[in-house]
């Protein structure tokens, strides 16, 4: 599997509520303009993509495209730093409730497949990119106001636990579309099954009902050095009405397989391959780096989801296998050693199973912060199939394969789930 892990990961890499009637929030639209003409400045390398006529269509085709077209002319409404806050994330909310709802087919628009999550990624670039361009009359911290606007639009604000006795609840999260370079219609199944599977009561495996929430993470180093796993995690590990019983991270891995990674590594080690914004983190597989701002922990952190139940009850459509691979600097030694069956004592780490990238770094973050805070929880990552069988012509967005496929992989997520989230 390790041959497999890293061909699939350079393969990853490299390709790698509102009323229906109403797109986006109504208010501030209608006041007169508080702006000077927008700016000419410069877009960052994710926004840049939406020079790309494609990311506009998929926009459009899931019906989110007023949401693009209104919030110029609402973020000119306000007249302070406080109210510009406030709306960044009513909007960012809106827009993620939005997303949820159409992605369990309680949002008609368009004629994109339900479960798409490339619509709620471009526009949330188009929304960041007019933040960008905003001119104001008053100074605001544009960094804190897009910070705000992003955490609301993921899902990491007004997305607790409903508080109802006897009811497990699961906290997971997936990720936007990534590899964008080389193929920029792709779309990411591990966001799409979060998005499809917020807010769902789902009976489990012994009977049980519980409920999941999820939030969508950026492909980006620069967010998890400002800490937004922490964020999107220590609300759900604390004691009290929005704690989770469970908690697992999902990422896309491997052609045609889940696997449930036993292991999770403490360092970066994926350069040459960029994150979103086309940043590299510093870290190769001979010399490993740890992330800025990660909090003390061992080298590796094991996987306490329950494997053995999950990989004897769900093997379709794709087989679901634990794996126990690792990459490792053997103690007294300085260059990486491949393991099949897990690290050694005192070794360090260059590579959890899912590799030295964002998917090993969110599991490692979130269950550290989870040993932390709640060790007696379970929790660990999931890698998903990748999602395949997007139309040879480019011009196409999507297609019946592709539909088929990023629906039957969120399916499976929830089966794996239904079978985790089981109290032992």
Do not use: K
């Not at 403490?266 to 490993?288: C, I, K, M, Q, V």
């Not at 690290?343 to 964002?358: C, D, E, F, I, Q």
Request: net charge neutral.
């Amino acid at each position: 599997m390790m041959l497999l892990r890293r061909a699939a990961s350079a393969a990853a890499l490299l390709v790698t509520v509102l009323p229906v009637a109403v797109a986006a929030p109504a208010h501030a639209a209608d006041h007169a303009s508080a702006c000077r003409p927008p700016a000419s400045v410069p877009l960052d390398p994710e926004q840049a993509r939406l020079a790309d006529s494609r990311t506009s269509a998929l926009v459009e085709r899931a019906g989110f495209g007023d949401f693009v077209r209104r919030f110029p002319a609402a973020l000119c409404s306000t007249r302070s730093p406080a109210e510009a806050e406030r709306l960044l994330g009513s909007w960012g909310e809106a827009l993620w409730q939005a997303s949820v709802r159409r992605a369990q087919g309680q949002r008609p628009g368009g004629d994109l497949a339900a479960g798409d999550d490339r619509p709620l990624y471009w526009a949330r670039l188009g929304m960041t990119a007019a933040l960008a361009r905003w001119q104001p009359d008053f100074s605001v911290d544009r960094a804190a106001l897009r910070a705000r606007f992003e955490d609301a639009s993921r899902g990491l604000t007004a997305n607790a636990f409903r508080a109802e006795p006897g009811v497990r609840r699961l906290f997971i999260s997936g990720f936007d579309p990534f590899g964008l370079d080389a193929e920029i219609r792709r779309a990411n199944p591990s966001g799409s099954a979060a998005l499809q599977l917020n807010g769902r009561r789902v009976t489990l495996a012994d009977g049980s009902p519980a409920e999941i929430r999820a939030v969508v993470l950026p492909v980006r180093y620069a967010d998890f050095d400002a800490g937004i796993v922490e964020r999107a995690f220590a609300p759900h590990l604390a004691a009290g009405p929005a704690s989770a019983d469970v908690i697992t991270t999902v990422s896309q891995g491997y052609p045609g397989i889940f696997t449930l990674e036993d292991w999770a590594g403490r360092a970066r080690s994926a350069d040459p391959y960029p994150d979103n914004a086309r940043a590299l983190s510093g870290g190769t597989r001979e010399r490993p780096v740890t992330a800025p701002g990660l909090g003390p922990g061992p080298e590796f952190i094991r996987t306490t989801l329950p494997a053995d139940a999950v990989t004897a009850a769900v093997q379709t459509p794709y087989p679901v296998l634990l794996n126990t691979e690792v990459t490792e600097i053997p103690a007294g030694g300085t260059a990486p050693v491949d393991r099949a069956d897990g690290p050694t004592p005192g070794s360090r780490a260059v590579a959890g199973g899912g590799g030295g990238y964002l998917s090993n770094e969110v599991a490692y973050r979130s269950n550290r912060l989870r040993a932390e805070l709640a060790p007696h929880l379970p929790g660990g990552h999931l890698h998903t199939p990748v999602l395949t069988g997007l139309p040879t012509d480019t011009r196409m967005l999507t297609g019946p394969e592709f539909e088929a496929n990023e629906s039957a992989i969120a399916a499976e997520v929830r089966a794996v789930l239904e079978h985790a989230g089981v109290r032992r």
